[in-house]
DNA sequence: TATTGTTATACTCTATAACTATA
DNA sequence: TATAGTTATAGAGTATAACAATA
């Protein structure tokens, strides 16, 4: 194995491990509030998005359009986004924020990443700029 | 809300998200392979620390016992574990990595990081070096 | 009494397969 | 017949609470 080849090696098992273990956290801090982590981005992708159908969203999140599905089942509860018909084909449906899901938003976004936001503060200039970076890259990794 | 405590929400939120989807992309990586991705992060671990006990092993990858002892049961019903007994503690054990766990460890990591792997490769010189950093950065928040 | 580990139980997240309704 | 979405089902991953064994 060449020294590149090598080195990506330890790269990507180095961001596995990583990802895995940041992943781990954030989910954790879901204990004791009111929507899950994959609820809070589907809801933030929606709202960036303004109003998509079930199946868009799902390719956005990257997921099959059935978990998707009961993403949308519990926003929906929450009466965090509602369902209209789509205009012209019967098949699909269209989703969108309710004022509701906007006020929440906010409020699960700095409830919900409190704890990631004071490890991020604790870091210097220089390292959240690279993570900064880094976020971009992985997402964009990750779309593919 | 400040500038700075503005752009660092955004870094939360991105760096949330990034996480959560590539988290996604490489679980979704396991379907037809042996073992599952938490299985070989444990077996990792244990083969870069020699041997550990259960509660150790818990501890280094951040879940609480009672997971880790799921994903040992695991390890050891497919014989890439073994337990033995502590020399002076009859409540803990040892686990290590068997021969077979170790030759295991070289097929699932090169399979399991096929797809990383070439998405890394496909990046510039640059962004490669601040994926390295940004693991090192992720993996120090994530442990705290 | 404190610690280590396991068992019991439950919930989130996600997938594939099968089904329904519409195009 | 093809597409969008849902329902049914299953498995991974993880947690908390309760228990057993040992220190």
Chains 1, 2 share one sequence.
Not at 94 to 101: L, N, P, Y
């Amino acid at each position: 194995m060449s020294d590149i080849a090598e080195r990506e090696r330890t790269l990507a098992s180095r961001l596995r491990l990583a990802v895995v273990r940041l992943n781990r956290r954030l989910r954790a801090q879901s204990s004791g509030s009111n929507i899950t982590l994959s609820q809070l981005s589907a809801l933030s992708c929606l709202h960036k998005a303004g109003a998509l159908t079930p199946g868009e969203l799902a390719a956005r999140e990257g997921v099959q359009p059935p978990s998707m599905t009961r993403v949308i089942a519990a926003l929906e509860d929450a009466g965090l986004v509602a369902r209209r018909a789509h205009p012209t084909d019967g098949r699909q449906a269209i989703v969108e924020v309710t004022d509701a899901g906007r006020t929440r938003i906010e409020e699960e976004v700095s409830a919900r990443e409190r704890w990631l936001d004071q490890q991020l503060v604790d870091l210097t200039e220089e390292e959240r700029a690279v993570l900064f970076q880094a976020a971009e890259i992985i997402d964009r990794l990750a779309s593919r």
